[in-house]
């Protein structure tokens, strides 16, 4: 498929695109009207550049692997869900659950993301300029989360090995999620993020790492008898 | 599921136009609640009291009934039929007339009571109930709807949303209570009047109850906080404002809008999709346990 090929939504359906899209398998690609439409551009397997010109529903971007998604608006629930791979960019604010699962690639969401980001994360990072929701990181496994402004309670509730990175306040802690030192590596990995999600002017010293204390999913010998 | 709309005007010269917008709103959230559909639209100030009617038999004989209801009041009662729907105006004391209508009429639900409010709602398709009532020709300065996946009631017209059981108050929900039986029972023994099984209808009692004990919105709906147990956005609906309330986990979604010309509510963005210069709105998710309001003066 030729480079710089535009779909209008108000001629083509969600599934006509993302059909097309899915069966490219380079190029650039660009997507006007959505108005809020579900399921838009995923199931993406190649190193595609698109970007939608509005704001996008729920789901979009879903199981992502090599291509590099920009959306010029918000996005609705499940942003980046299952994402394996590639690029996501919001340049507005995303409903809950984004990137819930993702196990590769970057999130970039610059304004806010509401309840439950990156839940059940699988190793992906995320990057959220602005602030995130309650139960953001629950259950997260590995991967980072980085958040450049204040987090909602119950922040990385029952979190496995997620490293969690975040400038502003933190309402609350979640259960086995404590505050960590910062050491040269967390500087460096926290710098590389922020670099890569375009955040200039922003210092690693102005962050508090959290992660788990790992008390909840270690088995503890101390409590055998409690089996 | 369900889905919500609400549509709040800052603009007068969109008030035409109110009854339009609300129904490409509401069409697109036709696939949250295909089950029943219902709609409230404050306008078109009445001098008296303006009280929407359903007749639970399809035959109920709306000019005797006004007759009675005259007879009771001492004042004249106007009759107006939209299919199922009857809309009386009568100068006489709205909580009154629609207490006496529920206890005198056991075939009609009394719908909505108040200077402002009309409430229209009916079971199947509800781009059908948009067209049977005349949703998008009605003009006015706010209105909610709403379209049902019913879950903690039957599939009734009665059963639909909004529920309004004040004047001029009235609620729209996706969620389900789980307190709503005991609430229920409480809330008739300080005088409400319940005319369904439906939790919806016990959470607009509740308000009702509160704001008739004197709490502002804003009270009645930091309290309902409390009282109110399970899962639910709500779109609240006065005479002369609209708020918005999520539970404290928020499991339910919600998208607001604003602009210099209105404030739109919606279970999701492609609702809000349809208005004009949606797209340059500020728009954002409501937060969890924040009230979130607005009124005219």
């Given amino acids: ?227 | 599921m369900c889905g919500i709309v609400g549509l709040f005007l800052k603009n007068k010269e969109l008030e035409p136009d109110l009854g339009r917008l609300t129904a490409l709103m509401l069409k697109e959230m036709r696939d949250r609640g295909p089950d029943s559909a219902g709609f409230a639209v404050y306008g078109d100030e009445a001098e008296g009291t303006k009280i929407t009617l359903l007749s639970k038999t399809d035959e109920t004989d709306w000019n005797a009934l006004a007759k009675a209801l005259s007879k009771a009041t001492g004042e004249d009662v106007d009759v107006k039929t939209v299919g199922n729907h009857a809309l009386f105006t009568t100068p006489a004391e709205g909580l009154g007339a629609r207490r006496w209508i529920i206890d005198n009429a056991p075939d009609v639900t009394v719908l909505a009571a108040g200077k402002s409010i009309e409430l229209y709602k009916g079971i199947g398709d509800p781009d059908a109930v948009i067209e049977d009532y005349a949703l998008a020709k009605r003009t006015g300065t706010h209105a909610i709807g709403h379209t049902r996946m019913a879950t903690e009631s039957a599939i009734t017209t009665a059963g639909s949303h909004p529920f309004s059981t004040g004047e001029d108050t009235c609620l729209v929900h996706n969620g389900s209570l789980s307190n709503h039986n005991r609430l229920r029972d409480n809330l008739r023994r300080y005088g409400e009047s319940f005319q369904t099984e439906n939790d919806t209808e016990v959470a607009a009692g509740y308000l009702s109850w509160r704001v008739r004990e004197g709490d502002t919105l804003d009270e009645a709906l930091t309290r309902g906080l409390k009282d109110l147990d399970g899962f639910y956005t709500f779109a609240v609906g006065v005479r002369n404002g609209f708020a918005v309330l999520r539970d404290p986990i928020a499991c339910k979604p919600a998208v607001i809008a604003e602009n210099d010309d209105w404030v739109a509510m919606s279970s999701e963005f492609r609702a809000i999709a349809q208005l004009p210069d949606a797209r340059q709105a500020n728009i954002w998710e409501p937060e969890p346990s924040t009230i979130y309001a607005w009124s005219h003066n």
């Fill in chain 1, 1 to 227: 498929m030729a480079a710089n090929t535009s779909f209008d939504l108000e001629e083509i359906t969600v599934r006509q695109a993302n059909q097309a899209l899915q069966e490219a398998d380079a190029g650039s690609f660009t997507v006007a009207n959505p108005k809020g439409v579900h399921a838009l551009v995923c199931g993406l397997d190649a190193p595609l550049e698109v970007s939608i010109d509005g704001h996008v529903g729920y789901y979009c971007a879903g199981m992502n692997k090599q291509a590099e998604v920009n959306v010029d608006g918000n996005a609705g629930t499940g942003l980046a869900e299952n994402m394996m791979s590639g690029k996501v960019h919001v340049t507005g604010n995303a409903s809950q659950s984004a990137a819930a699962t993702a196990h590769g690639g970057l999130l970039v969401i610059d304004g806010n993301a509401s309840a439950r980001c990156g839940i059940s994360l699988k190793g992906a990072d995320i990057v959220v300029k602005g602030n995130v929701g309650h139960m953001s990181a629950f259950m997260a496994q590995t991967g980072n989360l980085v958040v450049l402004g204040d987090a909602g309670d119950a922040l990385g509730d029952s979190i496995y090995e997620v490293r969690l990175y975040v400038r502003g306040k933190v309402a609350s802690l979640g259960a086995d999620c404590i505050e960590k030192d910062m050491k040269q590596e967390h500087h460096d990995q926290l710098r590389a993020l922020l670099d890569a999600a375009g955040c200039e002017g922003v210092e690693t010293s102005e962050f508090k790492r959290y992660g788990s204390a790992r008390k909840l999913y270690s088995f503890n010998v101390d409590n055998v008898d409690a089996y």
